[in-house]
């Protein structure tokens, strides 16, 4: 009943939105991980996880630096900003800690919620 309600609301976005809601578990999905695997001493899947943690935090700083600097050349998403100031101040951060895919959050068409329709 409740996807047949999202599915049919036009301005939702629905693979758009569970991109984000699920990309949200990610970091804790690999933390949990290495947590297994060295309290199971598997040496190597130890390894290779804190290599995805790693490099999923990589990922995280670079695409935040690269949305800030984005972000101050588009005048068009810094007029949407002005509108929206709260996402201008958390969501990059929130990108940053969790993962960079909650940026889509701003695109998302969330319910047709106005600040979901950048």
Do not use: R
């Amino acid at each position: 009943m409740l996807t047949s309600y999202i599915k049919d609301k036009q301005q939702t976005k629905v693979y758009t939105n569970l991109i984000c809601y699920i990309g949200s578990f990610e970091i804790l999905i690999y933390l949990l991980m290495v947590g297994y695997a060295g309290s199971m001493k598997e040496w190597s899947a130890l390894v290779l996880s804190l290599v995805s943690l790693l490099m999923l935090m990589t990922a995280n700083i670079a695409f935040y630096l690269n949305f800030k600097k984005d972000m101050l050349k588009d005048k068009v998403f810094q007029k949407w900003l002005k509108n929206h100031p709260k996402f201008n101040k958390y969501l990059p951060v929130l990108a940053l800690i969790v993962n960079f895919k909650a940026i889509k959050l701003v695109y998302s068409g969330f319910f047709g919620l106005e600040p979901c329709l950048a």
